[in-house]
């Protein structure tokens, strides 16, 4: 079950953003009538405008706020999943039961450590970088969500995907 997915699913998200974002219209409104007390049918009417305007604009910040923490959690969640996944098949491969390649594993991505167990390799910056590019490619961050500066790509005109700006020299 890929748990990533359930929570990051359009009708799940959907309802906790309406959940979230009628409590916090709610808390605007109980608010307002607590502390303004309209005396003619004009204030009246004004106070409730105003409430619904500010309830509206405070839901709708609430909803994007609870949509990205979700992302940010079905991310989370789907590297933990594939973490745990890597880490009981490589208990496989040190234990003996499986080979790298029954489990569709890189064994280039392994070393074995002291003990002669096997251990994953640390990703370097550059295979972080592929990664984080793959995912803009792909639709699913932007540069700002991977912490990228867009100047230092460019758009590749014929598939549009970010490619690093390579033949820029460094600034000395």
Known sequence: MNIAKLISNPVVKQI??????AGAA????????ANVKPQTLLD???????SAAIGGLVA???????????????ELVGELQELTTTLI???KVNKGKKTFEELDLDPKLFAKNAKG????IPETDEQELI?????INRGESTFEKEELIQTGYFQDTDTGN?????TEEPNS
């Not at 990664?131 to 995912?135: A, E, S, V």
């Not at 970010?162 to 390579?166: E, G, Q, R, T, Y």
């Open 16 to 21: 906790a953003s309406l959940v979230v974002g």
């Open 26 to 33: 709610k808390i605007v409104k109980n608010v307002v009538e």
């Open 44 to 50: 009246q009417t004004a106070v409730l405008a105003a």
């Open 60 to 74: 709708k910040a609430a909803k994007k706020y609870t949509d990205e923490k979700i992302d940010e959690a079905a």
């Open 89 to 91: 098949k490589l208990r």
């Open 117 to 120: 167990k096997y251990r994953q």
């Open 131 to 135: 990664k984080k590019l793959d995912r």
């Open 162 to 166: 970010w490619i690093p700006n390579l």
